[in-house]
């Protein structure tokens, strides 16, 4: 119905300007369009059931909600104009077979210079007066519901069949008995006459007119025409309402899309045999003139066509607009929403005030570009749709409509993109604007919901395919990024509402370079896995939420074990895909281990970071991390680096990437050397800044000699903090050293710590906590005021228990406020090679 319609009102005028030969290869072009439009369309509606909604549902549970509710308002936004289109058209037509009936008159009589006695058009006024009553009745009917519709349906559609009938009656039995007024009848002469195109220049009521305001041409008789090849989606549009939508939509939308092209190829050989260029442009209504058996037939014919087309676009866009409502993407839309089964009732007034809106524009041609426009980005959606899921094959992908290929949707896609660019850039790139401005609204404040997308698949390949690309050999140092494997609850000690401490989801932040790279955020629950299941996953939807409210990508694991330390060592072990497992382990420092149960803390540390350099894992443990910087604390001071060991470059590359945020960009980074005494202490410095200079970073290089370095435990108030920190560590070791001997020699059992024989060398302990000294009071001689401090952490010494190693720990960060304790592991993570 929607096609016929425009079939006497715009053809005519496309034959006198285009021509024959340009006209057929217009209709062709649409066609094609809507006609692979339409294949695609049967495959993703025969692909499963289909709610309300038509192609806004195909479209956003093949691309996205975001995409479905830009391009579906967009459609909304079509079909309301288009009704303004329609109704317009009606009230012309109507205007033309009753001109008595105006209350404004203007008459034109300039056609192409040559008079061809007065051309009348109704008054722009007379348009809008009518239209606005028009649409006011139809609105009437709408909100009778789909029975009443469905029951005023056939009063439409029969006088269309039957008009059809009389124009192709009447234009075989046109005679050139009538030269006078330009009609020839089926002549060969005309038809040669009218093949090559004469585009001219109109006024805004579409009247030929040498001093026009308006220059016809190919592109935008593109425009004027398309609409008429726009009804593909009636059947779509009420899905709801249809019995069997896979049988329903697939046969009916092709074969009205073949039906009407043909008649539309057919019509463009008889207009242009039928009458002289002339007239074909001045009378926009000629098939009335020539029709049998008279012309009142016609009028009536195309008055309830048009009105009939309004009616459909009055009652598809309501419900297109409900049907993105009750998805709750858009809380704004939420007025608009229904009950299953209820009518649209507000979102019909909305779509009338649209309609009204463009009806007192008052110029068909000035709005059928818009409403092209809105379908096109409709049908460019429908084909990409189909394209994505052909192209990405997946599983669930079996439509029952067969004839589809990804190439085909391609096809129409490029073709919708092309007639947009062709009718008018400007309004092109005004509709693409729309639908990204729209877009970009629901990505910010719409409600996230997963349908099954078609994008969610493409990720899930891409990741695949990038995951084999990467593939099992060792990344670049080019190429590597940190991926962390933050212990969110080493210690529980935190409120059991919060799942993560918040600064260490900051310091994550600050271990990726302007976001990029992945973090893993993981808790273990001690207990039972059967017993615990459920909790574990309410768990890791808190942790997840709780990610996201920190603006920190990544992703939320939680682990049931028997112990912290069995649940670390399968992380650790199985976290992870290929070169995507995580390289680095974050944890806080368990500054309250001495109030806690002395005996389990120090086990569990040392055994997470044995089992990190087991698993070739680089470690990081933050000490002070309830005063880490958020993102609004601006930091000021130096970064200092005691680089110790070779770490791979670890740490510098840390160092540079605290520079990239914003509470470190002030800062400068100073790196701590220790050299041997009879070393070449500028030589090394020199070296040393030389490489960084190679590296690309900036940092000032301080060499530290062991004679320099041994005379700083002699004096100085700085040292007397660090000496009372080594006293009170000697104490609690020999004091825990003597309690092991005792047990041993009443237990009669071999010295055990930590469940297992040791061998406790006190000489070797005293001398790992005099170096711990040494290093602790350099950082408070030169680091004190530092906005943070970078150390390499000493790997646990093999047969010490741990207790041991943490009163070493607890040493080297006595008194430090905010130190970063790293380890690298048995790689580059740094190239001085570009």
């Given at each position: 119905?929607?096609?016929?319609?425009?079939?006497?009102?715009?053809?005519?005028?496309?034959?006198?300007?285009?021509?024959?030969?340009?006209?057929?290869?217009?209709?062709?072009?649409?066609?094609?369009?809507?006609?692979?439009?339409?294949?695609?369309?049967?495959?993703?509606?025969?692909?499963?059931?289909?709610?309300?909604g038509?192609?806004?549902?195909?479209?956003?549970?093949?691309?996205?909600?975001?995409?479905?509710?830009?391009?579906?308002?967009?459609?909304?936004?079509?079909?309301?104009?288009?009704?303004?289109?329609?109704?317009?058209?009606?009230?012309?037509?109507?205007?033309?077979?009753?001109?008595a009936?105006?209350?404004?008159?203007?008459?034109?009589?300039?056609v192409?210079?040559?008079?061809?006695?007065?051309?009348?058009?109704?008054?722009?006024?007379?348009?809008?007066?009518?239209?606005?009553?028009?649409?006011?009745?139809?609105?009437?009917?709408?909100?009778?519901?789909?029975?009443?519709?469905?029951?005023?349906?056939?009063?439409?559609?029969?006088?269309?069949?039957?008009?059809?009938?009389?124009?192709?009656?009447?234009?075989?039995?046109?005679?050139?008995?009538?030269?006078?007024?330009?009609?020839?009848?089926?002549s060969?002469?005309?038809?040669?006459?009218?093949?090559?195109?004469?585009?001219q220049?109109?006024?805004?009521?579409?009247v030929?007119?040498?001093?026009?305001?308006?220059?016809?041409?190919?592109?935008?008789?593109?425009?004027?025409?398309?609409?008429?090849?726009?009804?593909?989606?009636?059947?779509?549009n009420?899905?709801?309402?249809?019995?069997?939508?896979?049988?329903?939509?697939?046969?009916?939308?092709?074969?009205?899309?073949?039906?009407?092209?043909?008649?539309?190829?057919?019509?463009?050989?008889?207009?242009?045999?039928?009458?002289?260029?002339?007239?074909?442009?001045?009378?926009?209504?000629?098939?009335?003139?020539?029709?049998?058996?008279?012309?009142?037939?016609?009028?009536?014919?195309?008055?309830?066509?048009?009105?009939?087309?309004?009616?459909?676009?009055?009652?598809?866009?309501?419900?297109?607009?409900?049907?993105?409502?009750?998805?709750?993407?858009?809380?704004?839309?939420?007025?608009f929403?229904v009950?299953d089964?209820?009518?649209?009732?507000?979102?019909?007034?909305?779509?009338?005030?649209?309609?009204?809106?463009?009806?007192?524009?008052?110029?068909?041609?000035?709005?059928?570009?818009?409403?092209?426009?809105?379908?096109?980005l409709?049908?460019?959606?429908?084909?990409l749709?189909?394209?994505?899921?052909?192209?990405?094959?997946?599983?669930?992908?079996?439509?029952?409509?067969?004839?589809?290929?990804?190439?085909?949707s391609l096809?129409?896609?490029?073709?919708?993109?092309?007639?947009?660019?062709?009718?008018?850039?400007?309004?092109?790139?005004?509709?693409?604007?729309?639908?990204?401005?729209?877009?970009?609204?629901?990505?910010?404040?719409?409600?996230?919901?997963?349908?099954?997308?078609?994008?969610?698949s493409?990720?899930?390949?891409?990741?695949?395919?990038?995951?084999?690309?990467?593939?099992?050999?060792q990344?670049?140092?080019?190429?590597?990024?940190?991926?962390?494997?933050?212990?969110?609850?080493?210690?529980?000690?935190?409120?059991?509402?919060?799942?993560?401490?918040?600064?260490?989801?900051?310091f994550?932040?600050?271990?990726?370079k302007?976001?990029?790279?992945?973090?893993?955020?993981?808790?273990?629950?001690?207990?039972?896995?059967?017993?615990?299941?459920?909790?574990?996953?309410?768990?890791?939807?808190?942790?997840?939420?709780?990610?996201?409210y920190?603006?920190?990508?990544?992703?939320?694991?939680i682990?049931?074990?028997?112990?912290?330390?069995?649940?670390?060592?399968?992380?650790?072990?199985t976290?992870?895909?290929?070169?995507?497992?995580?390289?680095?382990v974050?944890?806080?420092?368990?500054?309250?281990?001495?109030?806690?149960?002395l005996?389990?803390?120090?086990?569990?540390?040392?055994?997470?970071?044995?089992d990190?350099?087991?698993?070739?894992?680089?470690?990081?443990i933050?000490?002070?991390?309830?005063?880490?910087?958020?993102?609004?604390?601006?930091?000021?001071?130096?970064?200092?680096?005691?680089?110790?060991?070779?770490?791979?470059?670890?740490?510098l590359?840390?160092?540079?990437?605290?520079?990239?945020?914003?509470?470190?960009?002030?800062?400068?980074?100073?790196?701590?050397?220790?050299?041997?005494?009879?070393?070449?202490?500028?030589?090394?410095?020199?070296?040393?800044k030389k490489?960084?200079?190679?590296?690309?970073?900036?940092?000032?290089v301080?060499?530290?000699?062991?004679?320099?370095?041994?005379?700083?435990?002699?004096?100085?108030?700085?040292?007397?903090?660090?000496?009372?920190a080594?006293?009170?560590?000697q104490?609690?070791?020999?004091?825990?050293?003597?309690?092991?001997?005792?047990?041993?020699?009443?237990?009669?059992?071999?010295?055990?710590?930590?469940?297992?024989?040791?061998?406790?060398?006190?000489?070797?302990?005293?001398?790992?906590?005099?170096?711990?000294?040494?290093?602790?009071?350099?950082?408070?001689?030169?680091?004190?005021?530092?906005?943070?401090?970078l150390?390499?952490?000493?790997?646990?010494?093999?047969?010490?228990?741990?207790?041991?190693?943490?009163?070493?720990?607890?040493?080297?960060?006595?008194?430090?406020?905010?130190?970063?304790?790293?380890?690298?592991?048995?790689r580059?993570v740094?190239?001085?090679?570009?």
């Amino acid at each position: 119905m929607v096609r016929m319609s425009l079939l006497p009102m715009g053809n005519q005028r496309i034959v006198g300007m285009a021509g024959i030969g340009e006209s057929l290869l217009l209709v062709s072009f649409c066609g094609l369009c809507t006609f692979l439009t339409g294949i695609s369309l049967s495959a993703i509606a025969t692909n499963g059931a289909m709610k309300g909604g038509g192609p806004y549902y195909l479209i956003g549970r093949a691309l996205g909600p975001e995409v479905g509710v830009s391009i579906g308002l967009c459609f909304f936004l079509g079909n309301a104009v288009a009704g303004a289109l329609y109704v317009l058209g009606a009230v012309e037509t109507f205007l033309k077979a009753v001109p008595a009936a105006g209350i404004f008159r203007e008459t034109i009589t300039n056609v192409n210079v040559t008079a061809v006695g007065p051309v009348e058009s109704p008054s722009s006024h007379d348009l809008q007066i009518y239209g606005i009553v028009v649409t006011i009745i139809l609105c009437f009917i709408v909100f009778g519901g789909v029975k009443i519709i469905n029951r005023v349906a056939p009063a439409f559609l029969i006088p269309v069949l039957f008009s059809l009938f009389c124009i192709f009656i009447g234009i075989f039995l046109a005679r050139k008995d009538k030269p006078a007024i330009g009609v020839t009848g089926l002549s060969s002469e005309t038809f040669k006459e009218n093949w090559s195109p004469g585009y001219q220049n109109t006024n805004d009521a579409g009247v030929p007119d040498p001093e026009g305001s308006v220059y016809w041409n190919f592109h935008g008789l593109v425009g004027l025409f398309f609409p008429a090849v726009t009804g593909i989606m009636a059947g779509s549009n009420r899905s709801a309402s249809l019995k069997d939508t896979q049988r329903s939509i697939p046969i009916g939308t092709l074969a009205a899309t073949l039906t009407t092209t043909a008649m539309y190829l057919v019509s463009v050989l008889l207009f242009g045999a039928l009458a002289t260029r002339k007239k074909l442009l001045a009378d926009r209504l000629l098939i009335a003139t020539v029709a049998w058996p008279f012309p009142a037939i016609i009028y009536i014919g195309i008055i309830l066509s048009t009105l009939g087309a309004a009616l459909q676009s009055l009652t598809g866009a309501p419900r297109l607009l409900a049907a993105i409502a009750n998805d709750e993407i858009l809380p704004i839309l939420n007025y608009f929403k229904v009950a299953d089964g209820s009518e649209p009732h507000i979102a019909t007034l909305f779509t009338a005030f649209i309609c009204i809106g463009c009806v007192v524009i008052g110029n068909l041609d000035l709005i059928t570009p818009t409403v092209t426009m809105f379908f096109l980005l409709c049908y460019a959606g429908v084909n990409l749709s189909c394209f994505l899921l052909d192209l990405l094959d997946a599983p669930s992908w079996r439509p029952r409509w067969k004839f589809h290929h990804w190439s085909l949707s391609l096809l129409g896609a490029s073709l919708c993109i092309v007639i947009m660019f062709l009718i008018s850039w400007s309004f092109t790139i005004v509709a693409l604007a729309l639908v990204s401005l729209i877009y970009y609204y629901v990505s910010i404040k719409g409600k996230a919901g997963d349908w099954g997308d078609g994008f969610k698949s493409a990720y899930f390949q891409l990741a695949l395919r990038s995951l084999r690309s990467l593939g099992a050999s060792q990344v670049h140092p080019k190429n590597w990024y940190p991926i962390p494997l933050v212990f969110c609850r080493p210690w529980g000690k935190l409120p059991e509402n919060v799942p993560c401490h918040p600064k260490l989801a900051d310091f994550a932040n600050c271990m990726k370079k302007k976001g990029r790279g992945m973090s893993i955020f993981f808790s273990i629950l001690d207990g039972d896995y059967h017993e615990l299941a459920e909790e574990a996953k309410a768990a890791c939807k808190q942790l997840g939420t709780y990610i996201d409210y920190k603006r920190c990508e990544g992703v939320a694991e939680i682990v049931v074990a028997p112990s912290m330390s069995e649940g670390f060592r399968g992380i650790v072990q199985t976290m992870g895909l290929g070169n995507l497992k995580p390289n680095i382990v974050v944890m806080r420092y368990p500054e309250i281990w001495r109030r806690e149960n002395l005996t389990e803390i120090p086990a569990t540390f040392v055994g997470i970071i044995n089992d990190c350099i087991v698993a070739n894992k680089a470690v990081v443990i933050v000490k002070g991390l309830d005063e880490w910087p958020n993102e609004y604390q601006r930091q000021y001071g130096t970064i200092d680096l005691y680089w110790i060991v070779r770490d791979g470059g670890l740490m510098l590359l840390l160092s540079q990437l605290l520079l990239t945020k914003e509470s470190f960009e002030s800062c400068k980074i100073q790196v701590f050397c220790i050299a041997e005494e009879d070393s070449d202490a500028e030589g090394l410095k020199t070296d040393v800044k030389k490489f960084l200079y190679d590296l690309r970073m900036q940092a000032e290089v301080i060499v530290i000699t062991m004679k320099s370095w041994d005379r700083q435990v002699e004096g100085g108030s700085q040292q007397d903090e660090s000496l009372e920190a080594f006293t009170g560590a000697q104490h609690r070791i020999t004091r825990y050293l003597t309690e092991m001997k005792a047990t041993a020699e009443r237990e009669r059992t071999p010295l055990m710590a930590d469940g297992k024989p040791v061998v406790v060398n006190e000489q070797q302990v005293e001398k790992f906590l005099y170096t711990t000294l040494k290093l602790n009071s350099t950082i408070l001689r030169y680091s004190r005021m530092a906005a943070v401090v970078l150390v390499s952490l000493p790997a646990p010494p093999v047969n010490h228990p741990a207790y041991f190693y943490m009163e070493y720990m607890d040493l080297l960060v006595e008194n430090v406020p905010r130190l970063l304790m790293v380890r690298g592991y048995r790689r580059d993570v740094v190239t001085l090679f570009t």
